[in-house]
């Protein structure tokens, strides 16, 4: 099969399109015939290798996974003796490593039914950026009807979800972002778009939710109200070792000592919050939106315009 493999860390240069053997499901393994696979910033991470913190679980040296992608949509073409939920020709969308292929294969519990209002390139576009929306808002947030939300990074892949589902939730949602995106934010629900490359961030919120700049921690609890909670999910600093995650370190260790709810956010894939995810796609509630899409073979320019292209949304590869 044709895939996207990687033998050495680095940039897009180390990516390679090539023949690899197709996987073969283990026992309780589902095999997928990839029909698209969704490009997030884990991919650069993984790419990368950085920040250098993150090889211990990724490969001391090289990437122990030698095929990029996460996120995937497809359609089931075989299956393990142990399966249960699928069969041969399901539609199903999850998290797997290796997505960057024409076929791909994860435990059963990694893959959720398709929901049939999504297409195959919305639904690969979901999975990561909707468990971390969900996550952030409702598992760590606890975002009620009547806040005020303001989410830092709104145009981007999991900021486009949070506001759709604040808004879902029956919030008032503030979204940053630059500015060429103001229009797409208020689409998605937002009553207010800053644009952070021009304007400062005002307002007094219940709750915030930043996914990107890496802002001082005082400057965003002056945003807050007396008991607001600011959850910090992204950013990307520039420390080689620790990247954005000193920021939640700090957040957490501050946490207990004031009258704020200071909180990091670590999005892991779990069974029951993919069927959340799907469960709000299926019911209307929110949907990712597709800037762009690229073959498989173009792997390379998806990354490079995730990373600099300022995308609105989500960008997928369409490889079936
Ligand atoms: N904690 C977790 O479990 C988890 C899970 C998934 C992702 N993440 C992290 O979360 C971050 C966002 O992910 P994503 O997929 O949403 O990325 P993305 O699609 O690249 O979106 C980034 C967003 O941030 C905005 N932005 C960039 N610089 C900004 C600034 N200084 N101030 C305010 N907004 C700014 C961008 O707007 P413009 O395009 O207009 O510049 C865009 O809306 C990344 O750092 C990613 O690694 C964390």
Redesign the pocket.
């Known amino acids: 099969m044709k895939a996207i493999t990687q033998y050495a860390y680095g940039t897009v240069d180390m990516l390679a399109y090539e023949d690899v053997p197709s996987p073969k499901p283990g026992p309780d393994e589902v095999m997928i015939r990839v029909h698209a696979a969704g490009v ?3 991919v650069w ?1 993984i790419m990368t290798g950085r920040p250098l913190i993150a090889r211990a679980a990724l490969g001391l040296r090289r990437p122990r996974e030698t095929i990029r992608g996460w996120d995937v949509s497809g359609v089931v073409e075989a299956v393990g003796a142990d399966v249960i939920r699928f069969k041969r020709g399901d539609a199903v969308f999850g998290t797997t490593g290796g997505s960057f292929a024409e076929y791909a294969c994860a435990a059963e519990s990694k893959f959720q039914p398709k929901p049939e209002n999504l297409d195959f390139v919305a639904a690969a576009a979901l999975p ?2 909707g468990m ?1 929306a969900l ?2 808002l409702r598992e760590v947030g606890r975002v009620e009807s009547g806040w005020n939300v303001l989410i ?9 979800l949070a506001v759709q589902l604040a808004c879902h939730l029956g919030a008032r949602v503030t979204g ?3 500015g ?2 103001a229009e797409f934010v208020t689409s998605l629900g937002a009553t207010r778009v800053i644009d ?2 021009r304007e400062t961030l005002t307002g007094t919120y219940d709750f915030i939710l930043d ?5 001082p921690i005082p400057e965003l609890r002056a945003l807050l109200t007396p008991t607001g909670t600011l959850v910090i ?4 600093g520039d420390g080689r070792w620790f990247g ?1 995650t000193g920021r939640t370190a700090r957040a957490q260790l501050i946490s207990p000592f004031v009258r704020h709810r200071l909180a ?5 894939p779990k069974p029951e919050t993919l069927r959340e995810v799907a469960e709000l796609a299926a019911s209307g509630a929110w949907a990712p939106r597709i800037d762009r899409t690229f073959a498989l073979s173009d792997a390379p320019a998806a990354i490079d315009y ?2 600099s292209g ?3 949304g ?1 960008i997928a590869l369409v490889v079936a």
């Open positions: 997030d910033p884990g991470h990561t950026s971390t996550t952030g830092i990074g709104a145009s981007g892949g999991v900021g486009h940053v972002c630059g060429d995106s952070y490359r996914m990107a700049g890496n802002r999910g992204g950013g990307e954005g990091g956010l670590l999005s892991l995730l990373v300022h995308p609105r989500k």
